[in-house]
């Protein structure tokens, strides 16, 4: 303990005058009191006027504590289905935990210890049950780096099969403190006679009526010369068959597997491989894959007024898309037509000066369906301008312009690939108008006019969005061109074919306009993931609102419901369900808006995991790389009492003392203020005792 002022210590001698000069004072005439006495009482009242007049010099005190921290262990166990397959399984499950307790009992004696298992997560003991379907190191050194980064860490000691399935490669990883790492090395090396299916590659959406494929990647170990069988089912039928020979010791084979989308809505496909004898494990021989079948085909009415290239262009690309069904249409023919059932109307060159062409453009447009409108030599521009109000083409000089596209790389509506916006510069002009062209509340330009050398900026494709309905305006006609100048510049169509075909898609997405809808991050979950929902609720100007209370409920195959309550969220609505077993489920969400009840319905499905049994084989190497590149070693569970010696033999792990100095003012100790009240008592007291006042 030191104490010290911020003034000159040469200041504590007017102190001590001062006491003694204020006690003399008091004293030196007090003639009534024995002389002992009044000796005493000078040197008491000296003492306490000269530490009073001390402390208001503000004196500080310096303490200086020192702590000395054990070096911390830290066994880090892995707890997943993996460590059990292998012929130790049945010692793993009783004996493993028995010995890491009676490790961390030998280490406590000179070490601090702390005892973590990590698999799909990490938690804090020594619960070991190997339960986790995944394994994740990464997720492991980040929780130590985080809670142990400024602590004295002298070893971490990875109990582990080496397998890993999630996360970077544990070898790179890196701790934050200065440890060893010692790994004990659990599982089987020699190979095990396995057959599995290591991966299905897939699309995650397949179109009604399409063909879509899917890569099955098959291996097996130990079982050469012997034949499985691969199998794909959907619903109980079994959609493909093919005998797999197995040629050699270590046997990999892709097979493609073409698949009709039959049924609407998630299919569950299941993907199997007759069982083998001598196998370690059957779980590796199935898999679930799940595919959202879209029933996407939208019908698509081109209607014009009289024959053109152009429309076989279009018709021909729609259709060698399956979710399209393309239809031609002379205005002649069109009094029977019911509007209201297309996805998608273009009006080529419509109107024209015919009669029956304003009817028909009445129609059209009050059919509720997107309209797309292309200009040409025909187009009646005054009929144009007066039956619409999205566009105007003013100023029209009855003559045309060799229109070429520029592409407007700020147009954010849809997006091309780069292959397909290069292209826009080879294409060939169309015929425009000249003349000068507004877009009224436009939704954006996806291709501006160059006419010769100049960029008129004048709009070529554009977009409107009136509350949900789009039109789209391509002024100029011509296009069949830009298809033949794809084809010769790449040998192929697919440039243009983006083109319309996202033009399509863009002018037929429909605004979602439910007042109540449920949201889910993805419809396949996986085993032990938490299941989350979102909620919104409109009112009828479709302001977001979250007063009314949403209630879901969740049923599985078997008729169990579960019964939750969302929870409110700013202006919408969130849950999560948390874990639910693995199988199918529906649910329902009801609400009410005003005196109306709004329901919402859908389904999800959880997805059993058994990604620990596609490694069989531990992985020694790792673990003894993942030691040597940290200073520490591999040993086996039968040694595991030799790591207390190696422990406490390490040099770089020992005991750290920490110096903590602290300053406080010398006026906030209670003592010292006690010690001046009880020399003025004792003082007054004495005084008073002898009569003197």
Not at 654 to 671: A, G, I, M, Q
Request: aromatic share 12%.
């Amino acid at each position: 303990m030191i104490i010290f002022s911020s003034v000159s210590p040469w200041w504590i001698i007017p102190c001590i005058i001062l006491g003694l000069g204020y006690a003399w004072l008091l004293y030196h005439k007090a003639n009534s009191l024995h002389a002992i006495l009044r000796k005493g009482l000078f040197v008491i009242r000296a003492l306490a006027v000269t530490l009073i007049a001390f402390l208001l010099l503000a004196p500080l005190i310096k303490t200086i504590s020192r702590t000395v921290e054990k070096p911390l262990i830290i066994i880090a166990s892995d707890n997943s289905s993996s460590i059990l397959l292998n012929k130790e399984a049945a010692d793993y499950k009783t004996t493993l935990p028995k010995a890491i307790q009676q490790l961390t009992g030998d280490l406590s004696a000179k070490f601090e210890v702390k005892n973590y298992s990590f698999g799909d997560k990490v938690e804090e003991g020594n619960k070991i049950d190997f339960s986790a379907k995944r394994t994740d190191f990464g997720q492991l050194f980040d929780e130590l780096n985080s809670r142990f980064a400024n602590r004295n860490v002298g070893a971490v000691i990875l109990v582990s099969d080496g397998l890993y399935n999630r996360g970077p490669n544990p070898v790179y990883q890196r701790l934050n403190f200065n440890a060893s790492v010692y790994t004990v090395a659990l599982g089987d090396t020699t190979p095990k006679k396995d057959l599995l299916i290591s991966s299905v590659e897939y699309n995650k959406i397949a179109y009604l009526g399409n063909t879509f494929r899917i890569n099955v990647n098959v291996a097996a170990f130990g079982l050469q010369n012997q034949k499985t069988r691969l199998s794909v089912s959907n619903g109980g039928k079994v959609l493909y068959v093919k005998d797999v020979p197995i040629f050699n010791t270590d046997f990999r084979q892709s097979f493609p597997v073409d698949l009709e989308a039959d049924n609407i809505g998630t299919q569950r496909y299941t993907v199997n491989l007759q069982v083998l004898p001598g196998e370690i494990t059957q779980k590796n021989n199935t898999q679930h894959i799940f595919i959202d079948v879209l029933d996407a085909r939208q019908k698509v009415l081109i209607l014009a007024d009289a024959p053109h290239p152009d429309l076989g262009a279009i018709k021909q690309t729609l259709e060698n898309n399956k979710n399209y069904e393309a239809q031609i249409e002379l205005a002649e023919k069109a009094n029977g037509l019911k509007y209201g059932d297309y996805s998608l109307i273009i009006l080529h060159q419509l109107p024209t000066s015919n009669a029956g062409s304003a009817s028909i453009l009445s129609k059209v447009l009050t059919s509720g369906v997107p309209v797309w409108f292309i200009i040409g030599n025909q187009t009646y521009i005054d009929l144009f301008n007066k039956v619409q109000s999205g566009a105007s083409i003013n100023n029209f000089r009855n003559s045309y312009n060799e229109t070429q596209p520029i592409f407007q790389g700020d147009f954010f509506q849809f997006t091309f690939s780069e292959a397909a916006q290069r292209q826009f510069t080879n294409y060939p002009p169309l015929n425009v108008p000249f003349a000068r062209f507004e877009i009224k509340n436009q939704t954006g330009t996806l291709l501006t006019q160059q006419v010769g050398s100049v960029k008129t900026g004048e709009p070529l494709l554009s977009f409107i969005d009136n509350n949900g309905l789009k039109t789209g305006y391509l002024f100029g006609e011509g296009i069949w061109r830009w298809r033949l100048a794809n084809f010769q510049t790449t040998g192929n169509h697919d440039a243009f074919n983006e083109f319309l075909t996202k033009t399509v898609q863009y002018l037929t997405a429909r605004d979602d306009k439910r007042k109540f809808r449920i949201t889910q991050p993805k419809k396949i979950f996986e085993e032990n993931e938490p299941i989350i929902f979102n909620a919104e609720l409109y009112n009828d100007s479709y302001e977001p609102v979250n007063d009314p209370e949403v209630t879901l409920v969740v049923k599985n195959k078997e008729g169990r419901n579960y019964n939750f309550t969302f929870s409110r969220s700013e202006k919408a609505y969130f849950l999560n369900v948390g874990v639910l077993p693995v199988g199918d489920y529906t649910y329902t969400a009801k609400t009410r808006l005003g005196d109306k009840e709004q329901t919402f319905t859908g389904m999800f499905i959880i997805n059993a995991l058994n990604i620990e049994e596609l490694q069989t084989t531990a992985n020694h190497q790792l673990l003894y790389n993942l030691a040597k590149n940290n200073g520490g070693e591999l040993i086996y569970p039968g040694n595991l009492n030799k790591l207390v010696d190696l422990i406490a033999k390490k040099d770089t792990i020992k005991p750290v003392s920490y110096e903590d100095k602290t300053l406080n003012e010398l006026v906030n100790l209670k003592w010292l203020f006690g010690l001046i009240m009880a020399l003025l008592t004792i003082e007054w007291f004495i005084r008073k005792r002898n009569g003197d006042y």
